[in-house]
């Protein structure tokens, strides 16, 4: 039995966030001295994914060998890791410093690390390099060009902004098994879950949203959240393929 609470769950939706047209919206900053908080858990149903096939294919010495991963990362009681979770079309909220860290983009072990994460919109994007080898790192939204910057050597890193919202894909040119996702958020509230799939969402002020999750494998999901002023509402997001 689950226990009592607020709880909202939906299907996964097909559509990708990789799909919407690139358009930055702005938040209008206003102190929120009431605000609610959103928890939840990401929970996946139905028989995980086969797992993917990694087939390093040069630069072995550093990429290392033929590996399999999982598509959607599991906790015992089946919560997703690395699932972005963020308000859609929030008109106003609390302030945020959108230059207050720097983010980064690191590869390693021709891997992208992290391998998801949120980052402001204008954000300036460091993107940099631990590996001997050439990494051509390539960020697509949609199909549109964000960035695509060549670090030849151990050490070099490169700054870009990120101006656009929405979900880029990560690639590295020079090594096509490298994948990594990069969600630009328009407002300061979203979140990536943790190991077990859960995560929290603060100062959210009072109103009704639209809650949306994002998960590589599966796609986006979009739930409906009721916010209450100094109140804290349980959501759970169900993904299944």
Known sequence: MRPSRM?????????????????????????VTDGGTITGKVIFHGSPPPLKMIIPTKD?????????EPQVILSEDRGVQDAVVFLKAVGS???????AKTPTLTN???????????????????????DPVLHATHGFLGKRTVFSVTLPNKGDRVVRPLKKTG?????????????GWIYVADNPYFAVTVNDGSFTITGVPAGAYTLVTWQEYVGTVEVPVVVKANEA?????????
Request: net charge negative.
């Open 93 to 99: 909220g609390k302030p945020w410093d959108r230059h």
């Open 7 to 31: 709880l909202f769950s939906v299907v996964a939706l097909t559509v990708a966030l990789t799909t919407r047209t690139p358009i930055a919206y702005s938040c209008q900053e206003t102190p």
């Open 167 to 179: 979900m880029v894909r990560v690639e590295c040119d020079a090594h096509g098994w490298m994948l």
């Open 233 to 241: 509402v349980s959501v759970q997001v169900d993904l299944n393929k």
């Open 60 to 68: 072995q010495e550093v990429c290392g060998g033929i590996r399999e």
């Open 108 to 130: 390693k072990n021709c891997d992208f690390v992290p391998h998801v994460q949120v980052v402001p919109v204008e954000s300036d994007l460091e993107i940099n390099t631990v």
